[in-house]
């Protein structure tokens, strides 16, 4: 690979007339505020200004330099070259430095772009007129001027610090990419990289600082989210000692490990999404004056009769019925599998039931137990006070709250359980079960549940709030969990087994 | 002496008639050998046999005692019915184990012993999951004798084995006759059938035909 190929080639020139064209509308409009203000500008005004504006960075420069990464580290991965290399992380390595080549090239481009309108600006190293103002439409330069000494110095920080995101963010997908050896899954990346670049400027509220992409892209975005300037380059600084140390672990074989992620990925998810759901929860109410007790109530509230939300009802869908696809690989593997072999040692359909469905059982009081220690300790993490006047909910104490949790949990998760086993021996299909869960799902909708009397989505955490007794629950579950169970030992005892 | 009874068996199975009026008579410590062609019903007259599908029409009988609703599985038989079963991702001791420990009647040794008898290594920590097809095979015959048992039904016991396997298989199952087991398998090669079968039925015109 020459060197040739990490300079921009005059292909990207292109670029400076579209540069230049937003910058001329930066231009004008520090012009206007100039001449209402009747302040003086210089030429790190539009410099700034330019090379912090998050609409040029998001839709412009971001995604292109998005587009470099991707076809560079796929160009270039050949096993001619790997081998010559002698490491995957000497390969990365080496991208890493020709893109930094690149990276500071076009970064220079951009500037040199922005530079060319700014002829007839005033040469001045220090802070303008302007830069002082303290009003709409001026807050990149007034931030900046309050935290940077010279215009000299905010302008290398943001320099630096859009360098260090780009070397970051290509790191990780290199790393991505020699580890998959994936197209999609880096594209993917990438992909998604662009769209949390988008979605972090605009919908993300201010408590997702920490994974909003614009503070890291622009020096004046960081600056105003953190009210500091070291936060961003330290969080910077850190992702990339992460990526230059896991360098070290690339190329290594992991048998027992890559055997373990195959086998345990889809539990990785799950666990990664429920705690992640629990922790977007947590950012939500956070400020709004809930207990802990009140954040445990709407991290798992479902539905009820009286209120939906789309999300909560999504969420209890993925949580328990998540764990119920779990159980259903495990039923898999008890009818499917261990069938004829472990029945006729057993010498009875039911022995051999109640000894898997015992363990079935412990699943459950472990994943409860589970489910109530994450969002305890999510809630306590974002301190969310024990004990104290919720202005959401009216005052519901603990003692409700862990009978509704556990008692109806464990209740609703047997029904669950036990309707999942009998749709299976009754259909001789283990996925069909999924199916019926799932369309039963429309009695979480309002109005479907007549008074509750059908046993679905009764653990809802929204149950607490309403009128009808908690008590009433457990009887509904207890009474069609008996049902089933007699249901079940009858066709354990007549039907034929056929799997 | 009679081991097995079948008596005017039927069975149908989602609107295929399979059995009709159907006698058999297994005795034991002899071999018996199953022929048809596929979806002929072996597997259901195994499931009979052993009670995991009941007949129609008609009893069957385990040493004397009628299998139904109350007495539904029989004692000390071990079986291979459609495939061989296992857990993935545990090696082939450790699928053994989880077996043997229902009945908690056998040793360790007792277990490596039925593996080597099959042909495989009993230390080794592969998961039965990067097991081989013939693998697989001789984990289900492992798991069929290794408890000692007195019937062995074996549905297609010598599937996917090469033919040092398939001779060992074949002597192991010889010794087993000599030591008083009664063995009903199905095979669709008529060498294994010839070979190790004393007695041969044919499934037919819904009923089985004696060929030896």
């Known amino acids: 690979m020459s060197m040739r190929n990490s300079w921009p080639a005059f292909n990207w020139l292109w670029l400076v007339p579209v540069i230049g064209l937003y910058a001329w509308s930066i231009r004008q409009s520090l012009i206007a505020i100039s001449e209402i203000e009747e302040s003086s500008s210089n030429f790190w005004d539009l410099l700034l200004h330019g090379s912090n504006d998050v609409y040029l960075i998001n839709y412009l420069m971001f995604p292109l330099f998005l587009f470099r990464i991707g076809y560079q580290l796929t160009?270039?991965?050949?096993?001619?070259?790997?081998?010559?290399?002698?490491?995957?992380?000497?390969?990365?390595?080496?991208?890493?430095?020709?893109?930094?080549?690149?990276?500071?090239?076009?970064?220079?481009?951009?500037n040199a772009a922005i530079l060319s309108l700014a002829i007839g600006l005033p040469f001045s190293m220090e802070w303008s007129e302007i830069s002082r103002l303290d009003r709409d439409g001026n807050e990149i330069l007034f931030t900046l001027s309050s935290?940077?000494?010279?215009?000299?110095?905010?302008?290398?920080?943001?320099?630096?610090?859009?360098?260090?995101?780009?070397?970051?963010?290509?790191?990780?997908?290199?790393?991505?990419?020699?580890?998959?050896?994936?197209?999609?899954?880096?594209?993917?990346?990438?992909?998604?990289?662009?769209?949390?670049?988008?979605?972090?400027?605009?919908?993300?509220?201010?408590?997702?600082?920490?994974?909003?992409?614009?503070?890291?892209?622009?020096?004046?975005?960081?600056?105003?989210?953190?009210?500091?300037?070291?936060?961003?380059?330290?969080?910077?600084?850190?992702?990339?000692?992460?990526?230059?140390?896991?360098?070290w672990l690339i190329g290594r074989d992991y048998p027992l490990f890559r055997t373990q992620l195959k086998e345990k990925w889809p539990i990785l998810a799950f666990s990664g999404f429920i705690l992640f759901a629990l922790v977007m929860k947590a950012v939500q109410f956070r400020g709004q004056q809930l207990t802990l007790s009140d954040y445990w109530i709407v991290s798992f509230l479902g539905t009820t009769q009286e209120s939906f939300d789309m999300l909560s009802f999504s969420f209890y869908l993925i949580v328990f019925l998540g764990f119920m696809y779990f159980v259903q690989l495990f039923l898999q593997t008890q009818l499917k599998e261990l069938n004829y072999t472990s029945i006729i040692r057993h010498r009875s359909m039911?022995?051999?039931?109640?000894?898997?469905?015992?363990?079935?059982?412990g699943l459950i009081l472990l994943f409860l137990a589970l489910l109530m220690v994450s969002a305890l300790m999510t809630g306590l993490a974002f301190d969310y006070p024990l004990i104290g006047n919720s202005v959401l909910f009216p005052d519901i104490p603990y003692p409700p709250i862990l009978y509704?949790?556990?008692?109806?949990?464990?209740?609703?998760?047997?029904?669950?359980?036990?309707?999942?086993?009998?749709?299976?021996?009754?259909?001789?299909?283990?996925?069909?079960?999924?199916?019926?869960?799932?369309?039963?799902?429309?009695?979480m909708f309002p109005g479907v549940n007549f008074?509750?009397?059908?046993?679905?989505?009764?653990?809802?955490?929204?149950?607490?709030?309403?009128?009808?007794?908690?008590?009433?629950?457990?009887?509904?579950?207890?009474?069609?969990?008996?049902?089933?169970?007699?249901?079940?030992?009858?066709?354990?005892?007549?039907?034929?087994?056929?799997? | 002496m009679v081991l097995i009874e079948m008596k005017d068996v039927s069975k149908s199975y989602k609107g295929l008639v399979l059995f009709e009026n159907t006698d058999l008579s297994i005795e034991k410590g002899r071999i018996y050998g199953l022929v048809g062609p596929n979806g002929s019903g072996k597997s259901v007259l195994f499931k009979m046999m052993c009670g995991f599908v009941f007949p129609d029409q008609g009893t069957v009988t385990v040493r004397g005692v009628q299998l139904g609703k109350q007495n539904r599985f029989p004692d000390n038989f071990g079986v291979i019915i459609d495939?061989?079963?296992?857990?993935?991702?545990?090696?082939?001791?450790?699928?053994?184990?989880?077996?043997?420990?229902?009945?908690?009647?056998?040793?360790?040794?007792?277990?490596?012993?039925?593996?080597?008898?099959?042909?495989?290594?009993?230390?080794?920590?592969?998961?039965?999951?990067?097991?081989?097809?013939?693998?697989?095979?001789?984990?289900?015959?492992?798991?069929?004798?290794?408890?000692?048992?007195?019937?062995?039904?074996?549905?297609?016991?010598?599937?996917?084995?090469?033919?040092?396997?398939?001779?060992?298989?074949?002597?192991?199952?010889?010794?087993l006759?000599?030591?008083?087991?009664?063995?009903?398998?199905?095979?669709?090669?008529?060498?294994?059938?010839?070979?190790?079968?004393?007695?041969?039925?044919?499934?037919?015109?819904?009923?089985?035909?004696?060929?030896?």
């Open chain 1, 75 to 110: 160009s270039f991965y050949e096993y001619t070259l790997l081998i010559r290399f002698g490491s995957y992380a000497k390969w990365i390595v080496r991208q890493a430095l020709d893109f930094s080549l690149f990276t500071v090239s076009l970064l220079l481009l951009w």
């Open chain 1, 147 to 247: 935290f940077f000494s010279s215009p000299l110095l905010a302008w290398a920080g943001q320099f630096l610090l859009f360098f260090l995101t780009l070397t970051t963010i290509h790191l990780l997908a290199a790393l991505i990419y020699v580890v998959s050896k994936s197209r999609w899954l880096l594209n993917s990346f990438l992909t998604l990289m662009f769209i949390l670049a988008v979605l972090s400027f605009k919908v993300f509220p201010p408590s997702l600082k920490w994974i909003s992409l614009p503070n890291y892209l622009s020096l004046f975005h960081g600056i105003a989210s953190f009210g500091h300037i070291i936060i961003p380059f330290g969080v910077l600084c850190t992702l990339l000692l992460m990526c230059i140390g896991s360098l």
């Open chain 1, 350 to 361: 039911l022995k051999w039931l109640f000894g898997w469905l015992t363990k079935l059982f």
């Open chain 1, 404 to 443: 509704h949790f556990w008692v109806n949990g464990v209740l609703q998760m047997v029904f669950y359980i036990l309707l999942v086993i009998l749709v299976s021996l009754l259909t001789e299909d283990v996925m069909k079960s999924f199916a019926v869960l799932l369309g039963m799902s429309i009695f």
């Open chain 1, 451 to 499: 008074n509750y009397f059908f046993p679905f989505g009764l653990n809802s955490m929204g149950l607490l709030l309403e009128t009808t007794p908690l008590l009433q629950h457990s009887a509904v579950l207890l009474i069609y969990t008996l049902g089933l169970s007699a249901a079940l030992v009858y066709l354990l005892r007549k039907k034929d087994f056929n799997f």
């Open chain 2, 83 to 175: 495939r061989p079963g296992y857990l993935g991702n545990k090696t082939g001791f450790e699928n053994l184990k989880y077996l043997a420990m229902i009945q908690n009647q056998i040793t360790d040794e007792q277990i490596k012993d039925a593996m080597t008898a099959v042909g495989l290594q009993p230390a080794a920590r592969q998961k039965v999951k990067y097991y081989s097809l013939g693998m697989k095979q001789k984990l289900a015959l492992a798991q069929a004798i290794m408890e000692d048992q007195e019937v062995l039904l074996l549905d297609e016991p010598f599937n996917a084995l090469d033919i040092d396997s398939v001779e060992k298989i074949r002597d192991l199952l010889f010794s």
């Open chain 2, 177 to 212: 006759k000599e030591q008083g087991k009664t063995i009903v398998l199905t095979s669709h090669n008529q060498e294994d059938i010839d070979i190790l079968s004393d007695h041969v039925f044919r499934v037919r015109n819904y009923g089985l035909e004696k060929l030896k």
